[in-house]
T-cell receptor, first 112, second 116 residues
Framework: KQEVTQIPAALSVPEGENLVLNCSFT??????LQWFRQDPGKGLTSLLL?????REQTSGRLNASLDKSSGRSTLYIAASQPGDSATYLC???????????FGSGTQLTVLP | GAGVSQSPSNKVTEKGKDVELRCDPI?????LYWYRQSLGQGLEFLIY????????KSGLPSDRFSAERTGGSVSTLTIQRTQQEDSAVYLC??????????????FGSGTRLTVV
């Protein structure tokens, strides 16, 4: 059974800092991994999708990496802003499964 | 539409009543998923629809839960005889699955269900 863990559960940083969120998964036979952001009381917004054959994906100030063999992904946020405050979720998809397995999320607060 | 649309956005119901939650996926997306997010919990898979195939109902927590997808588009999640533990945010997502590969999900804003 696939298990996804996100560390830390919560993180508070001053504005302007670069930061890294971690995601680990137990079964390396994944098809892809997706990072989402969830604002309070809202649905999930997709940030980055990394296919199993890829090592990283970038979008603006965000960079996600994937190391399938070690079962790890990181989300790097450069020059953080208060508007980045949200819960960040990673989710993996096994090759044979259709549904995603989600981590519990990292609640990020960027202080002005 | 441009995104996944869910209605209602909020629903308060009395214990024992039935509720229907609606999801309108992105046009052309063949796959549709329902998830549940309870307070302090992660996202829990409920059910998956892919084209005209039989749905994967393996995540439904009890036989009080059912879902259908009409015409390969709009989906309705029905909860019968609601219980307080059904209170959660119900999220719908759609994907281009089946179009030659696995794609990312696009989620709706969810329906917040409160059973009193």
């Amino acid at each position: 059974k696939q298990e996804v863990t996100q560390i830390p559960a919560a993180l508070s940083v001053p504005e302007g800092e670069n930061l890294v969120l971690n995601c680990s998964f137990t079964d390396s036979a994944i098809y892809n991994l997706q990072w989402f952001r969830q604002d309070p009381g809202k649905g999930l917004t997709s940030l980055l999708l990394i296919q199993s054959s890829q090592r990283e994906q970038t979008s603006g100030r965000l960079n996600a990496s994937l190391d399938k063999s070690s079962g790890r992904s990181t989300l790097y946020i450069a020059a953080s802003q208060p508007g980045d405050s949200a819960t960040y979720l990673c989710a993996v998809r096994r090759g044979s499964a259709r549904q995603l397995t989600f981590g519990s999320g990292t609640q990020l607060t960027v202080l002005p | 539409g441009a995104g996944v649309s869910q209605s209602p956005s909020n629903k308060v119901t009395e214990k024992g009543k039935d509720v229907e939650l609606r999801c309108d996926p992105i046009s052309g997306h063949t796959a549709l998923y329902w998830y549940r997010q309870s307070l302090g919990q992660g996202l829990e898979f409920l059910i998956y629809f892919q084209g005209n195939s039989a749905p994967d109902k393996s995540g439904l927590p009890s036989d009080r839960f059912s879902a259908e997808r009409t015409g390969g588009s709009v989906s309705t999640l029905t909860i019968q005889r609601t219980q307080q533990e059904d209170s959660a945010v119900y999220l719908c997502a759609s994907s281009l699955d089946g179009a030659g590969g696995f794609y990312g999900y696009t989620f709706g804003s969810g329906t917040r269900l409160t059973v009193v």
